[in-house]
């Protein structure tokens, strides 16, 4: 997954061949917000990297399973009771 520092310089080396160089100034200035602007949404985006998101699913699967083993042993207890 690429992430946001690689899309920023993807996004700056394009826009920099559209741009001649007696514009320099304004383009840094441009590329400076441009930055902070795309930083301030991707941080406000909460976004996981895609470890973080599979430990996360590995750690749901585990509790999932130790619910449904919970499950199991309650419906044998509630049954055993009802039987004495």
């Known amino acids: 997954m690429k992430g946001p520092q690689d899309f920023l310089a993807q996004l700056q ?16 200035d441009f590329e400076s917000h441009a930055r902070a ?13 895609r470890e973080e998101f599979d430990a996360q699913q590995a ?11 919970l499950e199991q042993r309650v419906a044998a207890l509630e049954q055993a009771l009802t039987r004495d």
């Open 59 to 69: 750690v749901l699967m585990r509790t999932r399973e130790k619910v449904e083993a």
């Open 13 to 28: 080396g394009q826009f920099g061949q559209f741009v001649p160089d007696m514009a320099r100034a304004a383009r840094d």
């Open 37 to 49: 602007t795309v930083m301030s949404v991707l941080s406000r985006l909460e976004l996981v990297t």
